[in-house]
């Protein structure tokens, strides 16, 4: 499975946008990059999953080069309820995850 | 609505017990999951299954065994409880086909004193 490098934590501010890259060198032409968000106390949520170029939905947008070796979650004019942990996630299809330990993110008034 | 459920919020056991975690799904996934996840070492994959009676190890087996023995259900069995499986043990399950989003169960959070 590709290894995975994102930030231990970022914090922000209502209102603004976060970007959260994720890096990940050795991926495998079968691999797809996808992200889940977690609350404290609950099981991780799927955000967005991608392959290459850019993905939007209602929630966020990932935004992937041309080499694939990096990946960005966008997420629009955050909120307090944004504050989680958010995991990037890179394996082929169909394959068990590795979660690593994601990035915190807290959201301030 | 798309539903896994396990069997307890929280669990209290002895070292030495026999521990049975219960996880079922309502999709008709064919994958599905068991996971540890404890403070700076994120989630950590124990066991997986891809079809009903087949399972593979994950990054950390050692000292836990798992049973699939319809396609809904999938339980987590620790032969003899440790202090140091004290953790919360998440459940998921995914489509067989595709990449797809797993989905998660509630977790259990147990403590072994």
């Known amino acids: 499975l590709a290894k995975t490098t994102q930030p231990i934590s970022m914090d922000s501010y209502e209102g603004q946008e976060v970007n959260i890259t994720c890096s990940h060198n050795?991926?495998?032409?079968?691999?797809?990059i996808t992200w889940y968000q977690q609350f404290p106390s609950q099981g991780p949520r799927f955000i967005i999953q991608?392959?290459?170029t850019k993905v939007t939905n209602e929630v966020a947008s990932l935004f992937i080069p041309a080499d694939r070796k990096s990946s960005t979650l966008s997420l629009p004019r955050v909120s307090l309820s944004d504050t989680a942990v958010y995991y990037c996630l890179v394996a082929p299809s169909g394959y068990a995850l590795n979660f690593g330990k994601g990035t915190s993110l807290l959201v301030t008034p | 609505d798309v539903k896994v459920t396990q069997s307890s919020r929280y669990l209290v056991k002895r070292t030495g017990e026999k521990v049975f975690l219960e996880c079922v799904q309502d999709?008709?996934?064919?994958?599905m999951f068991w996971y540890r996840q404890d403070p700076g070492l994120g989630l950590r994959l124990i066991y997986f299954?891809?079809?009903?009676?087949?399972?593979e190890k994950g990054d950390i087996p050692e000292g836990y065994s798992v049973s699939r023995e319809k396609k809904e259900r999938f339980s987590l069995i620790l032969e003899s409880a440790s202090t140091n499986q004290t953790s919360m043990y998440l459940c998921?399950?995914?489509?067989?086909?595709?990449?797809?989003?797993?989905?998660f169960g509630p977790g259990t959070r147990l403590t072994v004193t």
């Open positions: 998921a399950s995914t489509l067989g086909t595709g990449v797809g989003e797993q989905y």
């Open positions: 299954s891809y079809d009903v009676k087949m399972k």
């Open positions: 999709m008709d996934h064919e994958n």
């Open positions: 050795n991926i495998a032409t079968n691999d797809y």
């Open positions: 991608g392959y290459k």
